[in-house]
């Protein structure tokens, strides 16, 4: 079904752009990311569709094709509700505008947005309410109040003066000796309606809720890091979806230890070769792959994406790890189940050579290799056998819920590979949780 939809979007949005009224999001050194707030339509639940570009100083030579190009257009679909995006299809274009080629993205993988992110801001600009007939009947409702608060002091006006020259009047009968004349009163004006444009009053309830914004509010500038000002300890400040971070009661990480040992019911993998793209989202190395999934006592999630963490996050009987990969997969009803191989230093690791192979040049730009595939199972470890709790996910905003997969057996990479890493991140893991309590369950 959607599939269909996409389809029918795509027809319907990409003749637009001959006319697109771009509006530009974020401008860098070299290239300038905009959108066209006229080709985005609603899909199924609460899913907009939408034409964004990047748009370059100077052409740029296509691999692919050998030609030169000046744009790459993207048709994009945007879950305003799980704040989710999947590129549906990518268009390079020249610098007359005409095409260079097009592909259309094959089982396109949903992507969480992280806040403060660039995606944040297109999402922002996609999902936000739009309704002209909306806006036009309050302008209009505005334009009469402004109406009659102008009639309302005009009136105002003439019964003043209306009212002075009978004072005037009276003077001069009363100098002329003309016994005054009794004129009926004067009706006072009613007072102007501006008042009915000002804002209502706050009701108690949101003044009871400003301390709270008052905190969030002085911090908004500050964004999720893992030290400083924006580190994990100062996470539930950030801002008030991020409260789960200090409140929650089924965090993540943990250390694994005294769980209880039980017949678990086997993790059914059915991770697939597929095309990828990864990205270095600031916060860590993250790739998207399509057309995988696991079952889990019979119900299906899919792999939304998979990232890395140095040292690894969870720790098991107390013992830490080089590096941990988390395989994140939703369920069509939202659950998450996370994944998690853990990393030990040894022998250098293929699946994880070809992802450094292809690592981002830059910050939040994808990597999307048009002629390498990559298998995510290659990264499992031989013994399947797991454990298992309800934590969070380990960075803002913390969802609770979420259902962790941690697989007992390490895999190895070389320290040279571990060393690419810590380049580009020294420390991105959260310090452990407390337990409270948690059941925690292994594979015997």
Known sequence: MRQHLAAALMAAVLPICAQAAWVAISADAGKRIEIDPASVQKEEGNRQVALGRVLFDKELTDPRSAGSYKSIETLTRYDCTL????????????????????E????????????????????REVCRPRSPVAAQSAASKLAEKANEAALDLRRANDAMIQQQVQKEFQKNLKQAGVAPVRTPAVAAPAAPKIAAAQPAPRPAAAKASAPTSAAARSHAHIHWAYEGEGGPEHWG??????????????????????????????????????HFRIVDNGHTVQVAVGGSSLVLLGKTYELVQFHFHRPAEERVNGKGF????????????????????????????PFIQTLWNHLPLETNE????????????????????????????????????????????????????????????RNNARPLQPGFGRLIKESR
């Open 83 to 102: 704040r989710t995006y999947a590129t549906l299809k990518r268009t390079w274009r020249k610098a007359d505008d005409e095409i260079l080629r097009a």
């Open 322 to 349: 080089e590096m941990v990969a988390h395989f994140v997969h939703k369920a069509e009803d939202g659950r998450l189940a996370v994944v998690a191989v853990l990393i030990e230093r040894g022998d250098e690791n």
């Open 104 to 123: 259309e993205v094959k089982n396109a993988a949903e992507m969480p947005v992280r806040s403060g992110s660039l995606d944040d801001k297109l999402l």
């Open 366 to 425: 994808e990597v999307a290799p048009p002629n390498v595939a990559i298998d995510p199972a290659k990264l499992l470890p031989a013994d399947r056998s797991y454990y298992t709790y309800m934590g969070s996910l380990t960075t803002p905003p913390c969802t609770e819920n979420v259902q962790w997969l941690v697989l007992k057996q390490p895999v190895q990479a070389s320290a040279e590979q571990i060393a690419i890493f810590s380049r580009l991140y």
């Open 237 to 274: 400040k950030l801002k008030p979806e991020y409260a789960a971070c200090a409140s929650g009661k089924r965090q993540s990480p943990i250390d694994i230890r005294d769980g209880i040992r039980v017949d678990l019911p086997t993790i059914e993998f059915a991770w697939r070769p597929s």
